[in-house]
Nanobody, 126 residues
Framework: QVHLVESGGGSVQAGGSLRLSCAAS??????????VAWFRQAPGTEREGVAG????????SVADSVKGRFTISRDNAKNTVYLQMNSLKPEDTATYYC?????????????????WGQGTQVSVSS
């Protein structure tokens, strides 16, 4: 069983920054590759894949909607994946979820992710 716990959400003004953290159970930091990804969902919208990273190697992916503003990284010693969000916009307002799956990031299709955190709210005011 993989447990994921998000933290770091909050309320900021447009142009501000937040860093989200996803603490994962050490099970996924083994010799097997896992993808840890961030998704977000605003009320009335579909869940959107934001960024993904492998637990081994240097591969990362960031959605075009946030490219140049959001960065995903990991610290395997802390079993934690981070989402650094800069130049935040009101349209970034959503609940952000951390998710994990064994193997690749599956083109960030949320239906392919078996493990999910509880979500953390990000609100950006204009």
């Amino acid at each position: 069983q993989v447990h994921l716990v998000e933290s770091g959400g909050g309320s900021v003004q447009a142009g501000g920054s937040l860093r989200l953290s996803c603490a994962a159970s050490s099970f996924i930091y083994t010799d097997n590759v896992y993808c840890v990804a961030w998704f977000r969902q605003a009320p009335g919208t579909e869940r959107e894949g934001v960024a993904g990273i492998y637990t081994i190697g240097a591969w990362t992916s960031v959605a075009d909607s946030v490219k140049g503003r959001f960065t995903i990284s990991r610290d395997n010693a802390k079993n934690t994946v981070y989402l650094q969000m800069n130049s935040l916009k009101p349209e970034d307002t959503a609940t952000y979820y951390c998710a994990a799956r064994a193997g690749g990031c599956a083109n960030m299709r949320d239906s392919q992710y078996f493990y999910w955190g509880q979500g953390t709210q990000v609100s950006v005011s204009s």
